[in-house]
């Protein structure tokens, strides 16, 4: 497995967060001597969530398609672990190691996550295993980033108690966490999955609906649709495009998100603007031809040392030691007057 730690280690340690004494989730009441988190998979992100988990004092089970394979993972994430808690401790917070197939000891689990490999199909036959296995009183969760739960839960007998728990890379770092409703998910219960990952010193958000992108994807996504499209009709460069936003609205939403800073500049502003500007708005549904013409050719940025532009490889270490120290500085913003 390739180390993500070397491009984290410039993070300044977390701070002990403050650790939840009960869960209540559908009556269940879960002291906080049995708080276990039962991680699925094996890969980058399971060893992110795995590591963000036990440095909040939670004890960590990680299950592989092995027990083996699991315990290939344990370097990675007490590393990790240390880089945001130094003063983690194993005996009080351990991490078990195990094979999917064979676990059955649920006693003090509080949340099962998925994040095996992204194949429909997989992902269905576990969940309905889970299904059957897991204590209808645990919530269990798929890390999935382009799956519904409603798709992968659908007609299991406890889909109530399933959800999306989307992450984004580095997991143990980026804060958010999307708990996404499915058509059968109890609304109650995902509101307790979010009052453990507040507690866990993540910033969940509850997605009423699991519609495609969820919500932060669809954010993106948006902006990537216009700014690809400017850039195909000749109207900007990609270094334009990057300028534009780093510069101007990109740099605010350090501080603030987009709703509250128009509460903070006025909302009749923006509404005025809107009726010039949204109906030319790019509409696209399929790749720009720009785009395209790119994959097509296998350019595909750094990895192929190839994108809109080449990439030498002191040119590749430059930038990616430029975007870890902007990163660190954006980060460090966040915990200025915290919400």
Sequence with gaps: MVSIFYCLQWFEPFTTRSIPKLLVATGEIIGESMKKIVILGTGIMAVGIASGFLASAYSVILLGRTKERAQDQQTEIESLTK????????????????????????????????TIKEDMSLKQALFANLDQRVPKHIPIGSNSSGFPISKIAANLATAHRMFNAHYFMPAHIVPLVEVVLGEAS????GEAVCQMYRDAGKKPVL????????LANRIQHALMREALSLVDAGIATPDDVDTAVRYSFGFRYAAVGPMTQKEISGWEGMAGASVEIW????????LQPVMANLIAQGKYGMKSKEGFRTWSDEEMKEMRRKYNARLKAAFDVLQVEPD
């Design 83 to 114: 880089s945001l808690n130094p003063d983690w401790n194993p005996e009080n917070c351990p991490l078990v190691f195990g094979a999917i197939d064979g676990w059955n000891d649920w006693s003090g689990v509080i949340w099962v996550l998925e």
């Design 186 to 189: 109890d609304p109650v219960m």
């Design 207 to 214: 997605v009423k609906k699991d519609i495609p992108g969820f």
């Design 279 to 286: 109906p030319s708005l790019y509409n696209v549904d399929g």
